[in-house]
């Protein structure tokens, strides 16, 4: 999670210069307007941090002055991905590019976990000194982005053809994912105390890498590799009595991506 913490400042400098052509900047045949298809696996590490909370006088000695217990779990796994994209490119000079492309995305596959909690069902300690276990899940539904490239075009590796190109990419999109939360004291009868939260919630990640594009001028494919961060949260309750406590639950994913595009180019020369 340590890239989390980052100044996202110079990302969004970045986004915004794309947008930006230098004096004197000329056209090649990858010049232009361009649109493409990606196909790509995205390695994901979730982390879900549930806590119960209950303000001061609510519960008996001695919590009275009030009671916080917090768990979390972990579970790597993947999201598949497929995403179209639209966008123009510009050269700076003769082989250093700048780019921006608006990018739609669609998703599949769920990470999921169990969150082992504190309480199995015993009656002593008393229940609100302990988190309920419970099966938890994460999925992304479908996003819209923008991002920005800064490429070069290397003047060796001919083999790798006329649109071969080496770049950057940094970018942000509005993703829209759900998350599903149990919750199951595994008590009997009227100790029994269980349930399901299901919430669809918007986040904003954000992405950083690198690729390598080769293929003709016109027709060319694209290996990527990206980092991205993203999270979201959800809250019940109000900690002011016993059969209310304040139970917030997040969410933080960070990916490892790796992709393959296609990418058509439709240049000022045609």
């Known amino acids: 999670m340590w890239l989390r913490r980052n100044n996202t400042r110079w990302l969004f400098i970045f986004i915004a210069s794309s947008w930006i052509v230098a004096p004197g900047a000329w056209a090649n045949d990858t010049e232009g307007w361009f649109a493409g298809v990606r196909f790509g696996h995205e390695l994901a590490e979730a982390t879900y941090t549930k806590s119960v909370h209950y303000n001061a006088g609510v519960l008996p000695p001695p ?59 015993d009656t002593n300690p008393i229940p609100s000194q302990h988190i309920f276990p419970g099966a938890w899940s994460v999925e992304k539904n479908h996003s819209i982005g923008f991002n920005a490239r800064l490429g070069y075009v290397p003047e060796g590796l001919a083999f790798l053809g006329e649109g071969r190109s080496v770049y950057l990419i940094s970018g942000v999109k509005w993703l829209d994912a759900t998350f599903e939360a149990a919750f199951d004291n595994r008590g009997v009868g009227d100790q029994a105390i269980r349930g399901v939260t299901r919430r669809t919630r918007n986040a904003v990640p954000w992405l950083i890498g690198g690729g390598l594009e080769f293929g003709s001028s016109k027709d060319r494919f694209d290996v990527r590799i990206h980092y991205s961060s993203w999270s979201m949260d959800y809250a019940s309750g109000d900690g002011a009595t016993e059969q209310s ?17 296609y990418t058509r180019s439709f240049s000022l020369g045609m």
């Open 245 to 261: 406590a304040y139970v917030p639950n997040t969410f933080d994913v960070d990916e490892v991506a790796i992709s393959l595009g």
């Open 63 to 121: 919590l009275e002055d009030g009671s916080v217990i917090a768990g979390e779990d972990s579970a790597n796994d993947g999201f598949n991905s497929f995403s179209a994209n639209l966008g123009y490119r510009a050269f700076l000079s003769d082989r250093v590019y700048l780019s921006g492309e608006v990018e739609g995305a669609v998703y599949g596959s769920t990470v999921q976990g169990f969150f082992e909690g504190t309480y199995t069902g």
